[in-house]
């Protein structure tokens, strides 16, 4: 039975009513990104037409999840809201503070060693708030949620980008930073942008070597890192409904990566498959009472130009294996010759040192049964791994299931490693080299989502390049980043020539899922007595103290650093070892645009001090001006603030003394995270102004004090030859956000509330 299906019969009973307005309201037969927005008002029944990508909209999604290490910040500054409980279903999952290095036994009991005290600090105030707790080892916190609380029809939020993954079943599903979940927590509407609408028609069947994985592929190929920006992104078609539940997952998952809102599939047969396998007959049961109102209109998919903002059309018939990268996952190029000629011209190593399946993007019972079909016919056809090769199962579930059937035995007759259920080097958290920073070039590929530089082992000169779990297995063995497993053939022990059949492997277990203990902890009714104890002196966790308003005068701030080129929420604070501050705001603090380029010398952390002539680190000098009590300001290019949903990156700056952030164009995530924590997010009315940025500038904010939704702002820019210049910025704030600004964050603004 579902956890939460009594929460699950409401919002249906809601559906139909609440469609029906919106049909007769806007006019028109509705996608089903706009029956779940619509359904989720936080009025109620719809009352008017929104305006995509440019009216902001109050929700209320119907449930929140949060992995520990975004859970942190998140509770915490939840703690200072002055609430008992929170207002709706609440998850927290142990799945991103457990280093991957010697394998699954191991690797766990070192976690809960060096980081109990996270773990019981997070189990602690998830027992006192009603906050379910997946405990370490558990899984994968979109694994986890697709498993036990993804519906169909749903809205969801949570303190990941990848929360997405939900999309798979139906839902609108979107990462947040923690303050966003702490609105919702505490009771409050979740304020987002009505989005644009991108329809994606697949026609066609997947076969063969080709995965769901390689439509996700193909579309970040289209799209880029930044062309889903604002939008939902919706698939049908023929193709999607003969695909499984989770290779849905898939796609919806590395949404993330085009900068998707969300993305999302209409309720059918393989949903319903997957909801009675993982035990929630009862949901299935009721969606099917409205099925016709859990996917798009039957006129929308047929004329989709009609009702989509952009309509792409993919034959999967025709689609190929795909690898994308390296250090960008839309870069796409096809398996073998190609990749090959490629790899040649850019000097990318042709050796893969490392095969990885799993993280929460590829880690389903079908994704390891496909990849461990290849891993028998190496074992039958007498080939010898030329790779190391890593296996991420997804939850508790999915591994108990997998090694009861024979799956993982046979990734460990190769000699792979079984690291802990959780997300490992995905994230960084792979104790890969003793000193990554001087580790050798190489390449490795993987079945994750994110292939950054330094992303996975901290190492700048490895190559990573995405892929189906069935080619990464297959490369892996091969060795070779060209071989093509459809044409390429491989000499065996015996000196005999072989190539790989097709693979193959099981949408769902066919005896079933089987756990004995998957990791959840329920909290206590009534969890008023139970203490949250923070040391004082805890290098891991610190109570917040809030954030003062920056005020409407901001006067000779200095340029702290102009990043040049990509600078995603890894560059501004990275993962990897740093994780173990993220509930620790001033210590994590040190991190903060460390991955930066400087753009006037391409170096990272390595920037001028106005106050003495000096290069240094960026927290150093930044620290310096924060204690003379000097504003500062972020330069930045195009899609700043790409990648996770870490709200670090955004309360790093702002805690050291950061007012403003100044580029050319924002990721969504990280926009709203800096507008949440009191400080300016601007952009550049002309683009061209970033060129005119010098090292030593200061700048004087001429307008502030008639900051109001919709007016640009001015700066003046002075120089240190004394010439000045002026350059007009634009914003996004509307009325409401303008107050977190003016209360010095939206948390301030929320406690001001509640108190009154």
């Not at 989770?246 to 969300?262: D, Q, V």
């Not at 390595?606 to 924060?626: M, S």
């Not at 700066?715 to 956000?737: L, M, P, R």
Request: with cysteine; proline share 5%.
């Amino acid at each position: 039975m579902a956890f939460d299906i009594n929460m699950i019969k409401e919002v249906y009973n809601k559906v139909v009513e609440r469609v029906d307005a919106a049909r007769k309201i806007t006019g028109k037969p509705l996608t089903l990104a706009e029956k779940i927005l619509y359904t989720h008002l936080w009025d109620g029944n719809p009352t008017k037409a929104f305006e995509r990508g440019k009216d902001y909209v109050d929700f209320a999604p119907d449930r929140i999840a949060c992995q520990d290490a975004t859970a942190q910040m998140a509770l915490l500054q939840f703690m200072q809201a002055g609430k008992d409980k929170v207002a709706v279903p609440t998850t927290v999952h142990c799945d991103h503070l457990i280093q991957a290095k010697d394998g699954a036994a191991t690797d766990l009991k070192h976690a809960n060693d060096v980081s109990s005290e996270v773990f019981n600090f997070l189990e602690s105030v998830s027992n006192k708030y009603g906050i379910g707790f997946w405990k370490p080892g558990a899984g994968i916190i979109h694994q986890v949620v697709l498993e036990n609380y993804a519906f169909p029809g749903g809205m969801m939020i949570g303190t990941d980008s990848h929360t997405v993954n939900a999309g798979g079943l139906g839902m609108v599903a979107i990462g947040v930073g923690g303050a966003d979940a702490v609105d919702v927590m505490a009771g409050m509407p979740w304020e987002l942008k009505f989005p644009k609408l991108i329809g994606v028609k697949l026609t066609g069947k997947l076969s063969g070597w080709t995965a769901p994985k390689d439509v996700i592929l193909k579309v970040a190929e289209i799209l880029t890192v930044k062309g889903g920006t604002g939008a939902i992104v919706e698939y049908f078609g023929p193709g999607a409904t003969a695909m499984s539940c989770t290779g849905k997952g898939t796609i919806c998952n590395m949404g993330a990566e085009i900068g998707a809102t969300t993305s999302t599939f209409g309720y059918d047969e393989s949903m319903e498959r997957y909801l009675r396998a993982t035990d929630r007959s009862d949901v299935a049961d009721a969606a099917n009472e409205i099925k016709g109102y859990l996917t798009g209109d039957t006129e929308v998919y047929a004329n989709p130009e009609q009702y989509f903002d952009q309509v792409i059309e993919i034959n999967l018939s025709e689609l190929g294996p795909l690898l994308n990268g390296p250090f960008t996952p839309d870069l796409s190029t096809p398996a073998g010759k190609e990749m090959g000629e490629k790899a040649t011209a850019n000097n990318w190593p042709l050796q893969v040192e490392w095969g990885l399946i799993g993280s929460c993007t590829n880690s389903s019972y079908e994704d390891l049964s496909r990849a461990a079909s290849i891993a028998q016919q190496a074992i039958d056809k007498g080939l010898k791994m030329k790779s190391e090769l890593g296996i991420n199962p997804g939850s508790e579930q999915v591994r108990y299931t997998a090694e009861r059937d024979g799956i993982l035995d046979l990734f460990e007759k190769l000699d792979a490693k079984i690291f802990t259920n959780a997300c490992g080097p995905c994230i960084g958290q792979w104790a890969r080299y003793s000193d990554p920073k001087n580790a050798p070039k190489n390449s490795i590929v993987h079945s994750f989502n994110r292939n950054f530089a330094k992303r996975a082992d901290g190492n700048p000169n490895t190559h990573a390049f995405v892929a189906s779990p069935e080619l990464t297995a297959a490369i892996a063995i091969s060795g070779r980043l060209d071989f093509n497993p459809m044409t390429d053939s491989l000499i065996n022990e015996n000196g005999e020539e072989v190539m790989f059949d097709e693979p193959t492997g099981w949408e769902l277990p066919p005896k079933g899922f089987e756990v004995k203990d998957n990791g959840y902890l329920a909290p206590e009714k009534d969890g008023s007595h139970v203490e949250i104890v923070v040391n004082p002196n805890s290098e891991r966790i610190e109570l917040l103290t809030p954030f003062t308003p920056l005020g409407d005068t901001i006067e000779g701030a200095k340029l702290l650093i102009k990043a040049h080129g990509k600078c995603t929420t890894d560059h501004i604070s990275m993962a990897g070892p740093w994780l173990r501050y993220r509930g620790h705001l001033d210590n994590i603090s040190n991190n903060c645009l460390i991955g930066a380029v400087n753009a006037f010398n391409m170096k990272t952390n390595f920037v001028k001090n106005q106050l003495t002539g000096e290069y240094d680190a960026v927290p150093k000098v930044q620290r310096e001006y924060k204690a003379k009590g000097i504003k500062t300001i972020v330069v930045g290019d195009h899609n700043y603030g790409e990648g996770s949903s870490r709200e670090h990156a955004a309360m790093e700056p702002r805690h050291l003394g950061v007012a403003a952030v100044l580029v050319k164009s924002f990721a969504r995530i990280h926009e709203t995270n800096l507008k949440k924590q009191g400080m300016l997010g601007l952009t550049f009315n002309n683009e061209a102004d970033y060129d005119l940025i010098q090292e030593d500038d200061t700048f004087n904010f001429l307008d502030l004090n008639q900051f109001s939704p919709g007016k640009p702002l001015t700066i003046e820019v002075i120089h240190a030859d004394g010439s000045k210049d002026t350059i007009v910025t634009n914003h996004t704030y509307n009325k409401g956000q303008i107050e977190w600004f003016k209360e010095g964050s939206a948390l301030n603004l929320i406690k001001k509330q509640n108190v009154s």
